[in-house]
């Protein structure tokens, strides 16, 4: 005869997975807590977020499983997108069956790859960076734009490093002032690409693309030289627009605006030699940034450095630099330091 307390149990762990798929998704935005939360807001059309707010607000008291399992799920779906996109299809099968089993891997491949259809220009993201560029280079700055608006920052910034300095300007200004497509001018592009791609995806409806924000994403993927040129063009095409970008972004200039105690946690991290070339013939302030928040030690031996290095190239200079601000991007996604982005000065240090 069963055992009730074994069959209760069993019941009550089934009441507790959450199987409706706007349920599961307000569980993962409660989740994320608000700050993170707001990021994916502003990737859904206007339909969903109404939604999802619903689905949020309605969901009240949920189990400790519940959330587990949840994001559980969450968790090897985007694993699975990552794979997916960076690896190809067989690869994200032969990893996910050895880490889960046939049957799971099965299934999240499955939603994975529905997800993916449903992505307009996801074609892009799977071919060789060189075809991809060779396409893009004869196309119309809007074109680009838009495409390039579908694209991760990543991606989007080694096309925008290709350009000619002419189209990278009006492909900047495009995708900034990039608001709502409709799935009519979606799908009037998608129709002059077919001709060089095999995938056809559809949109239903109009997404949010684009913007400022993703402009400064992009941007802080981008190496320093090329973002000197762009801003140093676009400071005299368009200034405003050159500084509601700045003002999203955290470049090596911010750091005069860093307190003390973040400017000593992200020095910690910094090869010495790093320092030194980013440092050269960089101004009084900047300097005494550094040298007051690292140990007696280091400020004697980078000020050592500084003094029989020469000879130094520009490039060597923006690679440190860059190096440098991506430790400390790292740093503040961690919680570990306190960045703030945007400032007045927009002279480049060299």
Same mark, same amino acid.
């Given at each position: 005869m069963p055992d009730p307390t074994v069959e209760n149990n069993s019941n009550k762990q089934e009441e507790d997975v959450l199987t409706d798929v706007k349920s599961k998704a307000a569980l993962v935005v409660v989740s994320l807590g608000a700050d993170r939360a707001?990021?994916?807001y502003k990737y859904l059309n206007e339909e969903d977020i109404e939604d999802l707010t619903y689905e949020v607000a309605k969901l009240g008291k949920t189990t400790n499983s519940q959330v587990e399992s949840t994001l559980d799920e969450f968790y090897k779906l985007c694993l699975t997108h990552k794979m997916m996109t960076d690896g190809g299809l067989d690869y994200a099968r032969n990893v996910l069956e050895k880490a889960f089993g046939e049957s799971t891997a099965r299934n999240l491949l499955e939603k994975?790859?529905?997800? &993916?259809q449903s992505r307009p220009f996801n074609f892009f993201t799977k071919g060789d960076p060189q075809a991809l560029l060779s396409i893009l280079q004869g196309e119309r700055p809007q074109v680009i734009a838009l495409i390039m608006a579908y694209m991760d920052p990543q991606q989007a910034a080694q096309v925008l490093e290709q350009l000619s300095d002419e189209k990278r300007i009006a /492909?900047?200004?495009?995708?900034?002032s990039m608001d709502r497509v409709s799935p009519e001018a979606i799908a009037i592009v998608e129709e002059e690409m077919k001709r060089k791609f095999a995938s056809i995806i559809t949109s239903e409806d109009n997404m949010s693309l684009g913007g400022i924000d993703f402009?400064?994403?992009?941007? #802080? #993927?981008?190496? +320093?030289?090329t973002e000197r040129k762009i801003f140093d063009q676009l400071g005299k095409q368009n200034p405003d627009l050159a500084q509601d970008i700045r003002d999203?972004?955290? /470049?090596?200039?911010?750091? &005069?605006d860093m307190d003390? =105690?973040? *400017?000593? =946690?992200? *020095? +910690?991290? &910094?090869?010495t030699k790093d320092v030194v070339y980013a440092l050269k013939n960089a101004p009084e302030e900047m300097k005494n940034i550094f040298f007051n928040n690292m140990s007696k030690r280091m400020a004697d031996t980078v000020r050592g450095d500084l003094e029989i290095t020469s000879n *130094? =190239? &520009?490039?060597? /200079?923006?690679?440190?630099?860059? +190096?440098? /601000? #991506?430790?400390? +991007?790292?740093l503040e996604e961690r919680?570990? *330091?306190i960045i703030k982005k945007g400032g007045d000065d927009d002279d480049i240090i060299v």
């Open positions: 707001s990021q994916i994975v790859s529905k997800t &993916l /492909v900047v200004e495009g995708m900034a402009v400064a994403d992009m941007m #802080n #993927n981008i190496d +320093r030289s999203k972004m955290f /470049v090596f200039e911010n750091i &005069l003390d =105690r973040s *400017v000593q =946690r992200f *020095v +910690r991290d &910094l090869d *130094v =190239r &520009l490039k060597d /200079v923006e690679e440190a630099q860059q +190096r440098i /601000v #991506n430790i400390i +991007r790292g919680g570990e *330091v």
